[in-house]
Nanobody, 127 residues
Framework: QAQLVESGGGHVQPGGSLTLSCTAS????????MGWFRRGPGKEREFVAA????????SYKDSVRGRFTISRDNAKNTLYLQMNKCEPDDTAVYYC????????????????????WGLGTQVSVSS
């Protein structure tokens, strides 16, 4: 079965940076729109960022826009989330996801559009 595996999580101080990676076990998963979601303590899972299958279009949650950058390297079967100027409210388990039913050029912010999910990586932002 196809799998997505996140890595790069950890502890960072406010204002610091982290880069999350998501690697697909099968190249077919990279022929899809992808996204990052997160679940903070006591919160519902929420959209963070999304990218179209070709990487030409992106979208972001308002609170991370300008701080986070989503990107992909399909040749490496890898999705990235560059997190800059991290804030305590960014503390969460971060999940990558793939939508194998993507429309070309589309980005997806609803989690029910995604079929494949990683198990998550913890990001903790505190002093």
């Amino acid at each position: 079965q196809a799998q997505l595996v996140e890595s790069g999580g950890g502890h960072v101080q406010p204002g610091g940076s982290l880069t999350l990676s998501c690697t697909a076990s099968e190249r077919t998963l990279m022929s899809a729109a992808m996204g990052w979601f997160r679940r903070g303590p006591g919160k519902e899972r929420e959209f963070v960022a999304a990218i179209s299958m070709g990487g030409y279009r992106t979208s972001y949650k308002d609170s991370v826009r300008g701080r986070f950058t989503i990107s992909r390297d399909n040749a490496k079967n890898t999705l990235y989330l560059q997190m800059n100027k991290c804030e305590p409210d960014d503390t969460a388990v971060y999940y990558c996801a793939a939508n194998s039913r993507s429309v070309s050029g589309a980005v997806y912010s609803r989690d029910d559009f995604y079929q494949y999910w990683g198990l998550g990586t913890q990001v903790s932002v505190s002093s």
